[in-house]
């Protein structure tokens, strides 16, 4: 029987450099877009599915703006309960699995970016979480971009999965690699179904890092290698509903057009 998945983890820690000035008195993921919190986004993802525990790994200086976001949210998404667990030291994307082991150890559980919006017909969470449970592995959420720009963005090689529709079996991981060297042009965004295996090997890096607290010395990219090398099997979706990238400000006044004429009668 497949383990049942109740808990979002979301990284809402960084500091949001490539925000500012929005982001020098307030958290990216409460930078609004279209009237609401990046944040916002991501929790009416979660309506409608298995998930009933949203952890908010936080950077401990933006503690009371989380807190006192969450006095509304809590009122929003009756159906959600929230946890706070504080990041520390900024180690990267995978260093944020570390500050959430005490309550995502034992279960699969979803991983979400706040600042990558994906809109499609169908909740993302709901469709990521119902191949959780055909494949019983790993889903990470892929979109295909032109390859001249895949030098931003962790790169995956894939095969192709014949007999499940827009699905590959991940054969390896690439953290911004030249475009010459690219394996292909399908691109990790931010929605992920990760395992209790995934947050082994989290711990497994962390203790060859030896003490070593620079930033982003462990970004997430780094895990799922590992797992690849070990033998897991971690799989990929193509998403081709619509990406909103909210993580500059020329992307952010994009996203907030856009969904602002959405939203027009």
Not at 141 to 168: C, D, H, N, W
Not at 236 to 245: A, C, Q, R, S, V
């Amino acid at each position: 029987m497949v383990q049942k998945i109740t808990k979002l983890v979301l990284p809402v820690a960084g500091l949001g450099k490539r925000l500012h000035p929005l982001t020098l008195r307030k958290p990216k993921a409460l930078v609004e877009v279209g009237d609401r919190p990046m944040l916002d986004y991501i929790l009416s993802e979660a309506t409608g599915t298995s998930i009933r525990e949203v952890v908010l790994v936080v950077n401990p200086h933006q503690g009371k703006q989380f807190e006192q976001y969450l006095v509304g949210a809590r009122k929003r998404f009756p159906h959600l309960n929230f946890h706070v667990r504080f990041q520390k030291f900024l180690l990267g994307t995978g260093h944020v699995l570390l500050s959430a082991k005490d309550l995502i150890q034992r279960e699969p559980f979803v991983l979400r970016f706040c600042d990558d919006i994906l809109l499609s017909p169908k909740s993302i969470l709901e469709t990521i979480i119902h191949l959780y449970t055909k494949l019983k592995s790993p889903i990470l959420t892929l979109r295909r971009i032109p390859k001249a720009q895949v030098s931003r963005f962790g790169v995956v090689a894939i095969r192709k999965i014949e007999k499940l529709k827009e699905m590959y079996r991940i054969s390896g991981v690439v953290e911004k690699p030249p475009v010459s060297e690219a394996p292909s042009n399908l691109v990790l965004i931010g929605a992920y179904v990760l395992t209790p295996t995934i947050l082994r090997r989290a711990q497994e890096l962390e203790k060859k890092l030896e003490g070593i607290k620079r930033l982003d010395t462990l970004p997430i990219t780094d895990i799922f290698e590992l797992e690849i090398k070990r033998g897991g099997k971690i799989y990929g979706w193509e998403f081709k509903g619509k990406y909103l990238d909210c993580g500059t400000l020329e992307s952010l006044k994009r996203a907030d057009d856009f969904i602002r004429l959405r939203r027009k009668p």
